[in-house]
């Protein structure tokens, strides 16, 4: 009887509870609303970053407080909102990307919320025009089709879709249902991650191409936890010898974990200590997706002792393979660069083009511009150490093939001051002949476009599309030091040259964008060093003594950049 009695007394307090917290949710939004009523009327206010901060932490204690509340939805919306408005005051990217999560975590965790169409279209228009992610963009569009045929805003996500039709793959769309048993075909293989001072490198390699939803949480100081970010990989599965927790603790990266959250999807988790802002992109031969961290400066990264490691090891990972056959008497010095010297030469990384399965351009007599190149680097290396008594490491210095994405993650892992990548230009035509030098950078030039495709194994189409992928990028690239940096290779290579040559034509320096160069954190540079297809320039390629001028040239170019750094921090 006096069980019974307390059950039903417990009962009834329970009762009387709700709508209490029922009230005080209401109250708590509606205070939180008011602030943000008062910070949209203020535009002194709205100038100010801990402004926005204030209000969108008032909504995040809303729907932390009280998540099974509607107002917890509600809160999640406007959070989204209010990080979307302080991306228009502050431009940062980081910005963008959390209303992009706020919205995110809307759609996921209250999918029967009558914002949550809304919150898949916002992030999708985010994604799409502001962060210049169609891929991630598509997917929210698709998703928002497929989940709520019925609701307000698929008449604007359809034209998104077939705007974005491009970014489709053969895997379906994301989809709140379980995958069948017949998916999970493509197999995870590997997990690959290169650490700097304030960047860290994660490449996930796949058997064939994937759709992928990327998302990020938010850490939480109190909880003593660092945010995260995650991958969801469509209709695919880990590889049995890939484990379960892999540990980086590189000072930025914690650890990665792999799971299987829903039968054919494989989450990949990032956790890390800090988060400024982070990039997503795939590319393909062999296909991989490519994540790029970014720490937040503001805390201090103490990076454990570098190192380049693999899960499992890769039999196409030939950086790591140059490193692993480093005698143990002379062992790679790895160095990273203090922040202060950037006027002090170092270290300086040469790339020869191409290597192993990529031979490159090919010339009239059979040659291939990877064995030529690599000739080339093979001597630059000892004149670059002798005229600047710098150390020059090569991210290859035989015939393999090291995917591009790991010869910019190598420089940056061994601290190098400046990154060089050397090449032979190729046309269809086989009277083109000359020199020209690119750097970093968005290319309105067919020319230029045609040859970074050439370089990056990709389509024109697939060139407009990385683009897109690099416009939120640029802000790290070093452009003005790179553009420098090839107008002083260019100009020494023309002049020495056409002292000993005729028919030396200068193309100048121009811009384009080179997968090769992208993710540099240093000034980086693409020397077409003459045209392979033309048998003039091919059989001054082969001589000797011409690559000799060349190297020489292309030393004299990097002494004068050194130097003109130099009279810049005297001044």
């Not at 569009?141 to 497929?146: D, G, K, M, N, V």
């Not at 991650?193 to 938010?218: C, M």
């Amino acid at each position: 009887m006096f069980l019974v009695r307390g059950v039903l007394i417990a009962f009834f307090c329970l009762l009387a509870v709700q709508p209490v917290l029922a009230q005080d949710a209401e109250k708590d939004y509606r205070q939180a609303k008011a602030s943000y009523q008062k910070l949209l009327d203020s535009r002194q206010k709205q100038l100010y970053r801990e402004n926005w901060l204030r209000v969108r932490n008032q909504f995040v204690a809303v729907k932390e407080k009280y998540p099974r509340h509607p107002r917890a939805a509600d809160s999640l919306y406007m959070a989204g909102k209010t990080s979307e408005g302080l991306y228009r005051v502050s431009l940062v990217a980081a910005d963008a990307r959390e209303a992009v999560a706020f919205y995110d975590d809307l759609a996921t965790l209250y999918p029967e919320s009558n914002l949550a169409d809304d919150g898949l279209y916002l992030s999708g228009t985010i994604l799409e025009k502001t962060l210049a992610e169609g891929a991630q963009a598509y997917l929210r569009f698709a998703r928002l089709i497929e989940r709520y045929p019925q609701g307000d805003m698929v008449a604007k996500a359809r034209p998104r879709v077939r705007e974005l039709a491009r970014y489709a793959t053969s895997s379906p769309p994301p989809s709140s249902k379980p995958a069948t048993s017949d998916t999970g075909s493509r197999q995870l293989t590997g997990i690959r991650f290169w650490s700097n001072p304030d960047t860290t490198r994660i490449v996930l390699d796949l058997e064939g191409s994937a759709n992928y939803v990327v998302n990020q949480l938010h850490g939480d100081p109190k909880k003593q936890t660092g945010p995260r970010i995650y991958i969801d990989i469509l209709g695919a599965s880990p590889s049995l010898t890939l484990s379960d927790t892999m540990d980086v603790n590189d000072g930025l990266l914690r650890q990665i974990r792999t799971g299987v959250p829903a039968q054919g999807t494989v989450r990949v988790v990032l956790d890390l200590t800090s988060l400024k802002d982070y990039k997503v992109f795939s590319l393909d031969e062999p296909y991989r997706i490519v994540i790029d961290v970014e720490a937040d400066r503001q805390t201090e990264i103490t990076a454990s002792k570098p190192v380049v490691s693999a899960l499992p090891p890769s039999a196409q990972d030939g950086i790591a393979g140059i490193l692993e056959r480093t005698p143990e008497e002379r062992p790679l010095q790895v160095h990273i660069p203090q922040a202060s010297s950037g006027n002090v030469m170092r270290r300086i990384v040469i790339d020869p083009g191409h290597g192993g399965k990529d031979p490159g351009a090919i010339g009239p007599s059979g040659v291939f511009e990877k064995d030529i190149v690599l000739k080339l680097a093979k001597a630059l290396k000892p004149r670059l150490e002798k005229d600047l008594g710098v150390e020059v490491l090569l991210t290859r210095d035989r015939d393999i093939f090291i995917p591009l994405e790991e010869r910019t993650a190598f420089a940056n892992k061994v601290g190098a001051d400046l990154f060089i990548s050397l090449h032979a230009n190729a046309s269809p035509s086989r009277k083109a002949y000359g020199i020209e030098t690119y750097y970093l950078n968005f290319s309105k030039n067919d020319k230029a476009a045609a040859l970074a495709a050439r370089e990056n194994g990709t389509s024109l189409k697939e060139v407009g599309d990385l683009e897109l992928i690099l416009f939120d990028l640029m802000a790290n690239a070093k452009i003005n030091e790179s553009s420098r940096l090839a107008a002083e290779i260019q100009n020494s290579l023309v002049n020495v040259l056409s002292k000993n040559y005729s028919k030396v034509k200068d193309l100048g320096v121009r811009q384009g964008p080179f997968y090769v160069l992208l993710g540099a954190t240093m000034p980086s540079v693409l020397v077409e060093t003459a045209f392979i297809s033309n048998k003039m320039e091919e059989s001054r390629l082969l001589s000797d003594k011409y690559r000799d001028r060349t190297v020489a040239a292309i030393s004299q170019g990097v002494r004068n950049y050194t130097r003109s750094l130099k009279m810049m921090a005297s001044n």
